[in-house]
């Protein structure tokens, strides 16, 4: 629990120093990504992912980690193509999305197209990936519940062929 709360301390940190960069992390958004002029930024635009976890570029802003609750509240923004690798929750996920279009998918199932107002659960350990369109990125917001029994589990990238719908 120590270590949670040190890390709250970080975040807390890291939110303030973005706010206070948040006008200019916003100019940054349309830079190379043309199709992305009309998406709404209601949090800072956040830290790039890192490139073993991501393809494309992702930017992740954490917006809560809370020891009591033990969940961790984020937003993730990814630019057009922009996709997470495989994965799972040890405790599952829940993302709220409230702008662009992106893609989800459970191992074994279809692409699941999200929008703007969608809701989307992941169950505990279950391999997934989810990430913007091809055209339009995606504001993701995720809710991930019953931490102290893990976070994420990284794995390979998800290829150019599963990422066709
Ligand atoms: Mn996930």
């Excluded at 949670?4 to 190379?32: F, H, Y």
């Excluded at 800072?44 to 809560?64: I, S």
């Excluded at 989810?130 to 990238?157: C, F, R, T």
Aim: hydrophobic share 35%.
């Amino acid at each position: 629990m120590k270590l949670i709360q040190k890390n709250t301390l970080a975040i807390l940190l890291g939110l303030s120093l973005a706010i206070t960069s948040c006008s200019q992390q916003r100019n940054d958004v349309t830079e190379g990504s043309t199709s992305d002029d009309e998406i709404e930024f209601i949090f800072p635009k956040g830290n790039k992912g890192a490139e073993k976890n991501f393809t494309g570029n992702a930017y992740n802003y954490g917006l809560l980690m809370d020891s009591t609750l033990t969940t961790i509240v984020g937003n993730v923004y990814f630019e057009p193509g922009a996709r997470s690798n495989w994965h799972t929750h040890p405790a599952g996920q829940i993302l709220v999305i409230t702008d662009g279009v992106g893609y989800h998918q459970i191992e074994g199932e279809p692409i699941q197209v999200m929008k703007k107002g969608d809701v989307v659960k992941c169950p505990p350990n279950t391999r997934h990936w989810h990430g913007a369109s091809p055209d339009k990125g995606l504001q993701q917001m995720y809710i991930l519940p019953n931490i102290e029994n893990g976070i994420v589990e990284w794995m390979e990238p998800v290829t150019d062929e599963q990422y066709k719908l």
